[in-house]
């Protein structure tokens, strides 16, 4: 299996390559709460209301 990764950073490959595995991961992470937990979902026109949710949905995930 070959991963080709294009990119225009000033770096060295292989800290390229951990960079963009931690992006990969974050990105699934954001997919998992979207779809997995509702996260998109606004409860409220208020942002704060919506923070305060995705606060305590994050803490009782991660306490599970």
Do not use: W
Not at 24 to 51: H, L, P, Q, R, T
């Amino acid at each position: 299996m070959y991963t080709f990764i294009v990119a225009n950073m000033d770096s060295e490959p292989e800290k390229v390559v951990k960079f963009y595995c931690k992006r990969g991961i974050m990105a699934n992470y954001i997919k998992e709460s979207k779809n997995g937990f509702d996260f998109a979902a606004a409860s409220s026109s208020s942002k704060i209301v919506n923070a305060n949710r995705l606060q305590i949905h994050a803490l009782v995930y991660n306490n599970i």
